[in-house]
């Protein structure tokens, strides 16, 4: 049987309830099985990480202007005002015009959120492109290992050694940052869901 997450159980993890709970768990509760996300171990993982990327359930949108974005042409901002346009929005703050274009596509309308970023700031949005993210990068299959086992992950070009939080916190983040928060959501979401 699936497990359900409840806005009680978020804020259980955040450490206080926030005004998006409700329909963060509704949407948790509806994508998130459909992507094969749906047993304790996986959610907390993901829940972790969406914790640690929403301020704490706070926002959909990335508090940062996204100027820092501008020219990423990694990301796929090549004209001018995409870092801006094209900050990190949803649960897993996706960013980037590439990433903006490839959601599109999924949808089957190419430039739905090219033409509207903001779309990924409602919740059945930014549950749902966090799920794609962790489709298409396997993330289900990191999730599931042990949290003792060490898993290779290449790194600034360089393969590393890392535990499976470390694994999915890189993937989504690109590096460290914020790990130790991740790994204690990720703990705190342990002690919630299992």
Same mark, same amino acid.
């Given at each position: 049987?699936?497990?359900?997450?409840?806005?009680?159980?978020?804020?259980?993890?955040?450490?206080?309830?926030?005004?998006?709970?409700?329909?963060?768990?509704?949407?948790?509760?509806?994508?998130?099985?459909?992507?094969?996300?749906?047993?304790?171990?996986?959610?907390?993982?993901?829940?972790?990480?969406?914790?640690?990327?929403?301020?704490?359930f706070?926002?959909?949108?990335?508090?940062?202007?996204?100027?820092?974005?501008?020219?990423r042409? *990694?990301?796929? !901002?090549?004209?001018? &005002? /995409?870092?801006?346009?094209? +900050?990190? $929005?949803?649960?897993?703050?996706?960013?980037?015009?590439?990433?903006?274009?490839q959601?599109?596509?999924?949808?089957?309308?190419?430039?739905?959120?090219?033409?509207?970023?903001?779309?990924?700031?409602?919740?059945?949005?930014?549950?749902?492109?966090?799920?794609?993210?962790?489709?298409?990068?396997g993330?289900? *299959?990191v999730? !599931?290992?042990?949290? &003792? /086992?060490?898993l290779?992950? +290449?790194? $600034?070009r360089?393969?590393?050694?890392?535990?499976?939080?470390?694994?999915?916190?890189?993937?989504?983040?690109?590096?460290?940052?914020?790990?130790?928060?991740?790994?204690?959501?990720y703990?705190?979401?342990?002690?919630?869901?299992?």
């Amino acid at each position: 049987m699936p497990c359900v997450i409840t806005p009680e159980q978020l804020a259980a993890i955040a450490g206080k309830a926030t005004p998006l709970m409700v329909e963060l768990a509704q949407w948790l509760n509806t994508t998130c099985p459909s992507y094969d996300i749906d047993t304790p171990q996986e959610y907390c993982h993901f829940l972790a990480q969406a914790c640690h990327e929403s301020d704490h359930f706070k926002t959909l949108r990335e508090y940062a202007s996204g100027r820092a974005y501008e020219g990423r042409s *990694d990301l796929g !901002n090549t004209q001018p &005002g /995409d870092g801006v346009r094209f +900050k990190g $929005r949803g649960i897993f703050q996706t960013t980037g015009r590439a990433n903006y274009l490839q959601l599109g596509l999924k949808q089957g309308h190419r430039d739905l959120f090219i033409n509207s970023p903001a779309l990924l700031e409602q919740p059945e949005y930014a549950v749902w492109s966090a799920c794609e993210f962790w489709r298409t990068r396997g993330l289900n *299959d990191v999730a !599931n290992h042990a949290d &003792g /086992d060490l898993l290779k992950k +290449k790194y $600034r070009r360089k393969i590393i050694d890392v535990s499976p939080v470390e694994f999915i916190s890189i993937t989504i983040n690109g590096g460290y940052r914020g790990m130790a928060e991740r790994k204690k959501y990720y703990a705190l979401a342990q002690g919630v869901l299992n």
